[in-house]
């Protein structure tokens, strides 16, 4: 007999034991998509053929599928997908899954593993949400990690044992996730579609390099933006850090914040906190910033500027701007320094070199436009309200994701 298996959380009415066996024993055929020989074959239009990295948790992503030619795709009807058939990761993110919509029925994939299951054991839908749980994937890692293989291969995939219950419980539960699914998806496309706004706004609420008025404006606003160097109108200074570091780390009371990259938010411009702090005795090897402050981190794969909101100190891969003289808006000056017109000036200021980190020099001699005050704080103020829409999606989106997490832990496990 096969191990039997009940999750913490059911459905009324439902009582019967969960069955468990091998995928093998539940599917009509696993197999793996076309070879990577097949690249010479691919086209601008054609068949889709689906990556590893277009499988989501749930959700086959169509954004940058390729095509193969037809003749050619036509030729491949035993590695054709269908419908319902689910779709695994064979390498990287190893077992996230979804099912293959209608529309893609007869299209195919790129070295991912196909399975159609039995449907009278087993549903598609439910097979892939099983293996995008914790227990699927702890069941899936248990055949990848022997002999250290980083790859998931057909012969380890079909010995992942399944655990399932009866078909109308099966639905049951893949009816629930699919809900919460369809509003995780809703809350991802506004979160996306309101980055593209905000990158949209950036663009056109501040002048182009060499222009003086922006493409958008606020009603009331008239006349040029005045233009200088950004070293002629605040402090620049770099970060500095007491040597060696874990020797100045504290959990006193008296510790002064350390500001690290990681502390940085994901989304907004504030550091309001830290997870560590260094001893008073550090404070002279070290930069000392305030409440008010701007700091950019000087390494160009982050790049952007972030507003203290507490006091504390940086290392030397933070940038001090301080913004001594009053003449911005700090959201206005914050938003600023984050567009793409001041990344292409800093790697125009390098003379053509790669640009690798920022430096005071680099980023003093960065011409900016600075309309009055008034202007400055509309735009601040409007670009400060989209970041605040921004971080409520992704919070609501943060809250379904770990809803769905704990749903899954308990219904498989």
Not at 308 to 314: K, Q, S
Request: with cysteine.
């Amino acid at each position: 007999m096969n191990e039997i298996k009940t999750p913490r959380i059911r459905f009324k009415g439902f009582t019967d034991d969960w069955e468990q066996r091998k995928l093998e024993a539940l599917s009509q055929r696993v197999i793996v998509g076309l070879a990577t020989s097949v690249t010479q074959y691919y086209r601008d239009a054609g068949v889709p053929i689906f990556r590893n990295l277009n499988i989501k948790e749930n959700r086959l992503d169509d954004e940058d599928i390729l095509y193969l030619d037809e003749d050619y795709a036509k030729s491949q009807i035993s590695k054709q997908i269908h419908t319902g058939d689910v779709l695994t990761v064979h390498t990287g993110y190893i077992g996230t899954s979804c099912v293959v919509p209608e529309k893609y029925d007869n299209c195919l994939t790129f070295t991912t593993l196909v399975t159609t299951t039995d449907t009278s054991k087993l549903k598609g839908e439910f097979l892939a949400q099983y293996l995008n749980s914790e227990s699927g994937m702890s069941a899936v890692q248990t055949v990848t990690t022997q002999g250290g293989r980083q790859n998931l291969n057909t012969n380890d995939f079909v010995k992942v044992e399944i655990p399932y219950p009866s078909i109308p419980e099966q639905e049951k539960i893949c009816e629930a996730l699919r809900n919460l699914d369809t509003l995780i998806t809703l809350h991802q496309r506004k979160y996306e579609k309101l980055q593209i706004i905000k990158k949209s706004m950036l663009e056109n609420c501040f002048p182009k390099n060499g222009e003086k008025v922006p493409r958008i404006r606020f009603a009331g606003f008239t006349g040029d933006w005045e233009q200088c160097k950004l070293g002629e109108v605040v402090t620049i200074e770099r970060g500095g850090s007491p040597r060696p570091i874990d020797a100045y780390i504290t959990d006193a009371s008296d510790g002064l914040n350390w500001v690290k990259i990681g502390d940085a938010p994901e989304q907004g411009r504030y550091i309001n906190h830290t997870e560590e702090k260094i001893k008073p005795s550090g404070l002279s090897k070290t930069r000392q910033v305030f409440p008010g402050d701007l700091i950019l981190s000087n390494s160009m794969s982050f790049g952007k500027p972030y507003i203290m909101g507490i006091p504390g100190c940086i290392h030397d891969g933070w940038l001090l701007i301080r913004n001594s003289q009053n003449v911005f808006d700090l959201k206005f000056l914050c938003h600023m320094l984050g567009t793409d017109q001041m990344l292409t000036q800093y790697k125009s200021l390098a003379a053509g070199s790669t640009v690798n980190n920022l430096n005071k020099e680099l980023v003093s001699n960065a011409v900016v436009s600075v309309p009055n005050k008034p202007e400055q704080e509309r735009i601040g103020a409007f670009l400060e309200s989209i970041d605040d829409v921004i971080t409520l999606h992704q919070r609501k989106l943060e809250k379904l994701q770990k809803i769905k997490k704990s749903l899954l832990e308990v219904m498989f496990a």
